[in-house]
Each structure stands twice: as structure tokens, then as C-alpha cells.
């Protein structure tokens, strides 16, 4: 759960932002885009209370969802930063065989050599 220590923040939560989570309340799993703090109040009041809303884009297509991050899991921190393949957006994961040779002469820079996360 992300309920632990340092995740009682907007800013906590937003560490996460790429991450594949699970719904523990749905237990649909999907990618964590955002973490927000919303104003909530009930008509005809004039207290406004604040609900911490994160947003969740399913891995393999479909509707996204809003939850409370009290209720999310991490599966794999940074998933974001990963190819992932998506199906119903008929792109399919690079063939290695399919990616280009390197150019003779040209460098790679340094930062493309390391691994994202």
C-alpha cells in the first residue's frame, strides 16, 4: 500500500508518477499518471474540505480511474519509463533484430547508454 512512511503527501505520492500500481479496491492494475489535491464540498456548504485523488491509466488499454492512493499497491516502481507495448494501440514492442545498426563514426552519448530509473 502507499500509505507507508512519506507517502502521506501530494509530494509523497507524486514520487511514484509512472509506476505500475493495483487498485486493491477494483484490483485493476494500471500506471500512475498523477496525484492531486482536489477542494470537495457538499452543496450549500461554505467549508471546503481537500480529497487526494490519484489518476490510473490502464497497462492494456481501456478507461482510466480515479482512487484514493491510500488503495494502490506498487508493482513495478517507474514501469512508465519502460517500453510497454499497448495492444489496442496496435504498436507492437521493437524486434531487436529490427532496430538500426549504429552509424560508424558517431558516438552514442553517455546518457543514452544508461538505463532510465
Known amino acids: 500500500m502507499l500509505g507507508g512512511a512519506g507517502m502521506t503527501t501530494v509530494a509523497g505520492w507524486r514520487g511514484l508518477i509512472g509506476a505500475r500500481v493495483r487498485d486493491t479496491t477494483t484490483e485493476r492494475t ?8 482536489e477542494p470537495v464540498s457538499a452543496p450549500g456548504c461554505a467549508t471546503v474540505a481537500w480529497a487526494v485523488r490519484a489518476y490510473l491509466r490502464p497497462v492494456q488499454g481501456g478507461t482510466e480511474w480515479v ?5 494502490l499497491e506498487v508493482i513495478e ?4 519509463h519502460r ?3 499497448h495492444p489496442a494501440a496496435g504498436a507492437p514492442s521493437p524486434d531487436p533484430a ?3 545498426a ?4 558517431l558516438r552514442p552519448s553517455p546518457a543514452a547508454a544508461e538505463p532510465p530509473g
Open 77 to 80: 516502481p517507474h514501469a512508465l
Open 67 to 71: 482512487t484514493d492512493p491510500k488503495n
Open 102 to 105: 549504429p552509424v560508424p563514426g
Open 30 to 37: 494500471g500506471l500512475l499518471m498523477d496525484v492531486l489535491k
Open 98 to 100: 529490427s532496430v538500426p
Open 83 to 85: 517500453p510497454v507495448r
